[in-house]
């Protein structure tokens, strides 16, 4: 049977100090500082579907409506995200010591980054909630999605990005009718003059700055478990910046325990940053509950590239509560596992989602893995985002006769 389209959608929970918002109007952070978190309504989605309503559906994120903000399905903004394949790269795996080894691959996304997700999610809960132009700092790619989606719903967006970040997330922010801005500086300073615009009444939909990104990128996490058949892996590894990817795969699976669709004991997350802006490992290895900002800030994965994190405390208990761990890789390794997967399985990946190879491959040296393991690593972006990262030489140019080389 085909449900009517349903959101158990409840309230809005400060992450903190637990002070309840209403969801039906357009909310920022909680007034303590913290991001604000979606809370459902479980009992009710445990009333009314089950994990064999959710098979027959369409094959895309809309698919968990129940758990989803969006309460009406006309307001749905869509360009066709979700359901990404999990494919095995064995012999890669194999070869790094963890034969065991998945990718969940975000590069066939909209856009070609899982941040379509949360700007799918976000940007239709902003048209239900009547929100017309929407503002955020970006080091790219979230840009790209939200100006792409906002276009889709008829919204303005004015993005506000980094020098260094890729040209193409430029260009589709461009293309996509956004007001564009680029900044002599890092993302932390393009927040501050994305802060003019939202003072001048643009919704601030800065990471973790609303709550409905977070939404978004749960999807992952109740994709993998669905597509294992309902049951979760033993350890997911995931390139952290902002870390909302990594909560929302924590939420998921709390919500998919709490309704009963999931038993057993949570996978180890782990947060895999590069050594030259590792904020989260840093404070996860002194045993802290906030993160210190990191000075200098540098890395070739630029998804990844940030130094402050709203939601750090939230990181930080995700990967302890369930006895992972925080690892920093460096750049030369990313390229060179980047390389060597693509060679290896025809899997080319994004800088960000070749860290988690690099991390792999640590976590097995360092004997934190022990090789047996079910490992789930997240591929956040297309490799066709970042030429420029390629170990690419350029063949010699041959005259239109040449005999070719033996
Ligand atoms: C944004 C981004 C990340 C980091 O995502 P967070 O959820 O903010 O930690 C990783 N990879 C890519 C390709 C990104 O664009
Ligand atoms: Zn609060």
Same mark, same amino acid.
């Given at each position: 049977?085909?449900?009517?389209?349903?959101?158990?959608?409840?309230?809005?929970?400060?992450?903190? &100090?637990?002070?309840?918002?209403?969801?039906?109007?357009?909310? #920022?952070? &909680?007034? &303590?500082?913290?991001?604000?978190?979606?809370?459902?309504?479980?009992? +009710?989605?445990?009333?009314?579907?089950?994990?064999?309503?959710?098979? %027959?559906?369409?094959?895309?994120?809309?698919?968990?409506?129940?758990?989803?903000?969006?309460? *009406?399905?006309?307001?749905?903004?869509?360009?066709?995200?979700?359901?990404?394949?999990?494919?095995?790269?064995?012999?890669? !795996?194999?070869?790094?010591?963890?034969? #065991?080894?998945?990718?969940?691959? *975000?590069?066939?996304?909209?856009?070609?980054?899982?941040?379509?997700?949360?700007?799918?999610? !976000?940007?239709?809960?902003?048209?239900?909630?009547?929100?017309?132009?929407?503002?955020?700092?970006?080091?790219?790619?979230?840009?790209?999605?939200?100006?792409?989606?906002?276009?889709?719903? %008829?919204?303005?967006?004015?993005?506000?990005?980094?020098?260094?970040?890729?040209?193409?997330?430029?260009?589709?922010?461009?293309?996509?009718?956004?007001?564009?801005?680029?900044?002599?500086?890092?993302?932390?300073?393009?927040?501050?003059?994305?802060? +003019?615009?939202?003072?001048?009444?643009?919704?601030?939909?800065?990471?973790?700055?609303?709550?409905?990104?977070?939404?978004?990128?749960?999807?992952?996490?109740?994709?993998?478990?669905?597509?294992? %058949?309902?049951?979760?892996?033993?350890?997911?590894?995931?390139?952290?910046?902002?870390? $909302?990817?990594?909560?929302?795969?924590?939420?998921?699976?709390?919500?998919?325990?709490?309704? =009963?669709?999931?038993?057993?004991?949570?996978?180890?997350?782990?947060?895999? +940053?590069?050594? =030259? $802006?590792?904020?989260? $490992?840093?404070?996860?290895?002194?045993?802290?509950?906030?993160? *210190?900002?990191?000075?200098?800030?540098?890395?070739?994965?630029?998804?990844?590239?940030?130094?402050?994190?709203?939601?750090?405390?939230?990181?930080?208990?995700?990967?302890?509560?369930?006895?992972?761990?925080? $690892?920093?890789?460096?750049?030369?390794?990313?390229?060179?596992? +980047?390389?060597? &997967?693509?060679?290896?399985?025809?899997?080319?990946?994004?800088?960000?989602?070749?860290?988690?190879?690099?991390?792999?491959?640590?976590?097995?040296?360092?004997?934190?893995?022990?090789?047996?393991?079910?490992?789930?690593?997240? #591929?956040?972006?297309?490799?066709?985002?970042?030429?420029?990262?390629?170990?690419?030489?350029?063949?010699?140019?041959?005259?239109?006769?040449?005999?070719?080389?033996?």
């Amino acid at each position: 049977m085909v449900q009517p389209w349903n959101s158990a959608l409840s309230h809005l929970e400060c992450g903190r &100090c637990g002070t309840r918002y209403d969801a039906d109007k357009p909310q #920022n952070l &909680c007034e &303590c500082g913290t991001p604000l978190l979606v809370r459902y309504d479980l009992d +009710q989605v445990g009333r009314t579907v089950s994990t064999k309503d959710i098979a %027959g559906r369409p094959n895309d994120l809309w698919r968990y409506h129940e758990l989803l903000p969006v309460r *009406e399905q006309r307001n749905v903004v869509s360009l066709g995200e979700g359901m990404t394949p999990i494919l095995p790269i064995r012999d890669y !795996g194999t070869r790094i010591g963890v034969p #065991n080894l998945l990718v969940k691959d *975000e590069g066939l996304l909209p856009t070609g980054s899982f941040k379509a997700r949360g700007a799918a999610v !976000g940007i239709s809960r902003a048209l239900e909630l009547g929100i017309e132009r929407i503002t955020m700092p970006t080091n790219g790619n979230a840009g790209a999605a939200w100006a792409t989606y906002a276009a889709r719903a %008829g919204m303005k967006s004015l993005i506000v990005m980094p020098q260094e970040a890729p040209t193409i997330t430029r260009m589709e922010c461009a293309m996509a009718g956004a007001r564009l801005y680029i900044v002599d500086g890092l993302i932390g300073d393009a927040g501050k003059i994305a802060g +003019q615009a939202v003072a001048d009444g643009w919704f601030n939909t800065s990471t973790l700055k609303e709550p409905y990104r977070i939404e978004g990128k749960k999807t992952m996490g109740l994709e993998i478990v669905e597509q294992l %058949g309902w049951r979760m892996p033993d350890v997911i590894v995931y390139p952290t910046g902002g870390g $909302v990817g990594l909560i929302g795969i924590r939420k998921a699976l709390d919500e998919l325990l709490t309704l =009963g669709w999931l038993t057993g004991r949570l996978p180890k997350l782990v947060a895999v +940053q590069a050594s =030259g $802006v590792a904020p989260i $490992v840093r404070a996860f290895e002194e045993g802290a509950e906030t993160a *210190e900002p990191w000075e200098d800030a540098s890395t070739v994965a630029f998804g990844i590239n940030v130094a402050s994190a709203l939601g750090d405390f939230l990181i930080l208990s995700a990967i302890r509560d369930t006895g992972g761990t925080a $690892v920093a890789v460096d750049d030369a390794d990313i390229l060179a596992h +980047q390389a060597a &997967c693509a060679a290896a399985e025809g899997m080319l990946m994004c800088p960000e989602g070749a860290a988690t190879l690099a991390a792999v491959a640590q976590l097995k040296d360092k004997g934190w893995l022990d090789g047996s393991e079910e490992v789930v690593v997240l #591929n956040t972006g297309s490799d066709l985002k970042y030429p420029h990262t390629a170990a690419y030489d350029e063949p010699p140019l041959l005259a239109k006769d040449a005999v070719l080389p033996s």
